[in-house]
């Protein structure tokens, strides 16, 4: 399994909406998001700044398989309107620089 952080930023005003978005996600998108490997997908925001932390089994299979999935497709609208640049799927993540288990 693979552990992995991502950054992404908000445009500022777009707080709120993006909490709210986030309440709840779709369930045919979590659905989609469990069939193909992920175990759990945590959101911290500091300000403009989001932290996701992901644990999945395979992450670029799963970008791969959601690319043309239609729940992630609109709900990958529905955020990118928010984001200060698109949600980068290619991106590998933040580099670990340490970790106490």
Not at 42 to 51: A, K
Not at 64 to 75: E, F, G, K, V
Request: charged share 35%.
């Amino acid at each position: 399994m693979e552990r992995l952080a991502l950054r992404t930023r908000l445009r500022p005003g777009c707080e709120e909406i993006y909490d709210a978005e986030h309440a709840r996600i779709p369930a045919e998108l979590e659905q989609a998001m469990r069939e193909h490997g992920v175990h759990s997908w945590r959101i911290y925001r500091d300000g403009l700044d989001l932290f996701h932390f992901v644990e999945v089994d395979d992450y670029a299979a799963l970008q791969a398989a959601l690319r043309d999935h239609p729940a992630d497709r609109a709900w990958q609208a529905r955020m990118n309107r928010l984001l200060d640049g698109d949600f980068d799927k290619e991106s590998g993540g933040l580099r670990l620089v340490w970790e106490m288990a």
